[in-house]
């Protein structure tokens, strides 16, 4: 079967780095838009940033410039780079793939085919 494994959460200090890594198994979906959707206590999930069916990437406004998302297909890797974290960006960062063709960075979670277990990022300030 399909699976998403995330992996790279931590707790980090407000400014620092960290790097996420979702790594697919089984049939993945390449051609289709992959992304990051993150979801803090007491919120709603909330999408982050995608790559679609032609590796464009989207990003929410709030992580713009800080954020990248990545797509190794040969190693059937998904990553998110994060850059100068804040607190507001502590959740429970998750992955997900199958998407449309196309998608934002606001695809929604029922969008998606498949999703990862998540991993936490707690971000102090």
Same mark, same amino acid.
């Given at each position: ?22 790594? #697919? ?70 992955? #997900? ?29």
């Amino acid at each position: 079967r399909v699976q998403l494994v995330e992996s790279g959460g931590g707790s980090v200090q407000a400014g620092g780095s960290l790097r996420l890594s979702c790594a #697919a198994s089984g049939y993945t979906y390449d051609s289709y838009t992959m992304g990051w959707i993150r979801q803090a206590p007491g919120k709603e999930r909330e999408g982050v940033a995608t790559i679609d069916g032609d590796s464009n990437t989207d990003y929410a406004d709030s992580v713009k410039g800080r954020f990248s998302i990545s797509l190794n297909r040969t190693e059937n890797t998904l990553y998110l780079q994060m850059n100068s974290l804040k607190p507001d960006d502590t959740a429970m960062y998750y992955c #997900a793939a199958g998407g449309p063709y196309y998608c934002s960075y606001d695809c929604r979670w029922d969008e998606y085919t498949y999703w990862g277990q998540g991993t936490q990022v707690t971000v102090s300030s």
